[in-house]
Structures are given as structure tokens and as C-alpha cells.
């Protein structure tokens, strides 16, 4: 009513221009009356009001489910946070710590608080136990699922991402490619190792003839598993490893060996690690784990709310990004150490 009387309209023309109500007919010159004495007055809808009114909040919560905030967490609530500012949402984060019980608590909480809809995040894509309460707001999954998808789930395209890397090393002119995988038991391990396999078929090679050692994601792992090369004798043309953290243990194994990267071998990553991939050298050729694209998707479909695809699961693709750390083999097929 104050903004009407300083700008000489009634307060339903004020409702219609703060609201972008459509179907009504404001001049210009009204509109920018309105807008000038809103700005005058410092005035701010009430937006638990409006919530009341319209049955929303313009709220999402977006639920972090592991012990805490990393960096690869970050870049999907970077998404999701820009892609529900041009919505003219809130994102609301919490994070329950990796605990199904505080998961649960905390999912309660923000339905407490009226929120619209829920992102339910992992890292390291994984299965989890979907509390609930979740089901009573429309929910997507995020890096992760539900036992016989329930609910839609956003994942990384892990076979994909395996299959293009491999494809890469081939097409530089490889043939004798070692993998140094993750730890074997993980989802996003046995997705990459099965897109490796397939990859080296395409080609006509025998995946049997390929070495494949198993490890843990870290570097101290990538660089144990590379002393095992050396001890095993002349080493493969190219190395494709579980994450960037393992192909950086590998360097540091291959430059103690004195083995040039990528002269004498070529390295492969995965991830795309802010801060290491592309700092290291030689700069690392890897593959980009989407996070970002992944949080501003689960964000668009639930504005739009739109469900996934007919399984439950949207594959998001990992794309390919070629450094340094790769080119073509040698003279020789296989490098001695």
C-alpha cells in the first residue's frame, strides 16, 4: 500500500509489476513508477507470505551426504546454486556427515522449513538409502541412487568416460596400455574398467593381453603400482590411471625410474582435479568428472519438474581433456626402465 501511495497506482498494479503477473497490460511509465518508489521505500516482498499464498517457498535443499564438503561436493552445489538463481530460488544446504540417521533428521528439517524440492548428493558415486521423508517433496539423486531407482538419479557417464580415454590412448597409436584402476569394488571402477575393455575390443585387441592392477585412489597407490611395472620388465607405451591422484603417484614413480612422460610413456588421468590436473607437469590428460553440470541439471529438472530418464538414471557425459602427459609411442613398442 506504501509503494502504491508514492506511486500514485493501486496495490494490485503493485503486486502485478513486483510479481511479473502475465496477461496484464502496465505501460512502461507505470512500471518504472512503481520500481522507482519500491526502490525509494527499500521495499521487499514478504516472501514467507507470497510462499503461503502460492503453496512454495522457492526453496531447495540440497543434502550433501558424506563426511564433508569437498571440492568435487563444491563444484555440483556451484551448479545447482546458479541454476536456482535464475530461477529466483534458494539453495539450502546441510550435510548429514556420511550418517542415515542424521540424513533423515536433517531431510525433516528442511521439509520443517517448506522446501519446494531436495538434491540428494554424493561423492563417489555409490548406492544409498533414500530416507523417507524425502519422498514427500520431489527429489533427484545426485552422483548416486536407490536400490531399484525409485526416484530419478543424475550420474556420471563412467563406461563412456572409460571408453574415450581408452580411445584416446588408441587413436595416439597405442596398443600395450596398462591400467592402474581405483579400488575394484566401487561402482565408478568397474564402470571405467568395462568402457576400457570395450574400447580395446573395438580395436581388435584382447583386453586378457592388457596388465590391469587394482588400487585405492590415492597417489601413494598409483606410485606402488608402477614400481610393480618396473619390476615386471619393459613397461607399456601408455598408463591410464583410476583418478588424477593416482596418475600423479605414477609420474613421480616413472621420474624416479628416469622414465620420460610422455616420451617414453604416456600417462593418463581421471577426474580432472581443480588445482592438480592441469598444474602438474607435464600437465595431465584426463577426463572431467561433470559435477557442475550434473548440480545445475538436478536443479533445472526439478524447476522444470520434469523426472529423469524411463531407468531412473541420467547419464551425464565425461568429457575427454587432452594435456600433456600423452602423445604417440615411441619407436620401440615397449619402453624398457
Not at 517457498?57 to 563444491?74: I, M, N, P, Q, Y
Request: aromatic share 4%; charged share 20%; with cysteine.
Amino acid at each position: 500500500m506504501d509503494v502504491a501511495r508514492l506511486a500514485g497506482v493501486s496495490p494490485a498494479t503493485v503486486s502485478f509489476v513486483l510479481n511479473q503477473t502475465s496477461g496484464q497490460t502496465i505501460s512502461d511509465e507505470t512500471r518504472q513508477r512503481v520500481l522507482q518508489a519500491v526502490a525509494e521505500l527499500g521495499y521487499r516482498p514478504n516472501r514467507a507470505a507470497q510462499g503461503l499464498r502460492q503453496g512454495r517457498s522457492a526453496t531447495v535443499g540440497f543434502v550433501s551426504h558424506d563426511v564433508d564438503f569437498g571440492e568435487f561436493a563444491a563444484a555440483a552445489i556451484k551448479g545447482a546454486h546458479e541454476a536456482c538463481t535464475r530461477q529466483g530460488n534458494l539453495l539450502l544446504l546441510v550435510n548429514t556427515g556420511g550418517s542415515n540417521r542424521r540424513a533423515q533428521q536433517l531431510i525433516t528439517d528442511l521439509l520443517d522449513r517448506q522446501v519446494d524440492a531436495l538434491i540428494f548428493a554424493a561423492v563417489g558415486t555409490r548406492q544409498v538409502i533414500l530416507p523417507d521423508a524425502a519422498t514427500r517433496v520431489p527429489t533427484i539423486l545426485l552422483n548416486c541412487f536407490a536400490p531399484h531407482d525409485p526416484v530419478p538419479a543424475i550420474v556420471p557417464d563412467e563406461e563412456r568416460g572409460g571408453r574415450e580415454a581408452t580411445q584416446a590412448l588408441l587413436d595416439l597409436g597405442h596398443r600395450d596400455i596398462a591400467y592402474l584402476t581405483g579400488n575394484p569394488s566401487q561402482w565408478a571402477t568397474k564402470a571405467r574398467l568395462r568402457g576400457f575393455r570395450e574400447a580395446l575390443r573395438g580395436a581388435g585387441l584382447n583386453p586378457r593381453e592388457q596388465t590391469v592392477l587394482s588400487g585405492n585412489y590415492h597417489a601413494d597407490s598409483g606410485h606402488d603400482l608402477v614400481r610393480t611395472l618396473l619390476r615386471r620388465g619393459p613397461l607399456p607405451t601408455a598408463i591410464m590411471c583410476g583418478n588424477d591422484r593416482m596418475a600423479v603417484g605414477a609420474l613421480l614413480g616413472l621420474l624416479e625410474a628416469g622414465v620420460r612422460v610422455p616420451e617414453d610413456v604416456s600417462v593418463m588421468g581421471y577426474d580432472d582435479q581443480f588445482q592438480l590436473a592441469a598444474e602438474i607437469r607435464p600437465a595431465l590428460s584426463t577426463v572431467r568428472l561433470p559435477y557442475d553440470a550434473m548440480g545445475r541439471q538436478a536443479a533445472e529438472q526439478l524447476a522444470q519438474g520434469r523426472t529423469a530418464a524411463p531407468t531412473g538414471r541420467a547419464l551425464v557425459h565425461c568429457p575427454l581433456v587432452m594435456r600433456d602427459s600423452t602423445a604417440a609411442p615411441a619407436v620401440r613398442t615397449r619402453t624398457g626402465s
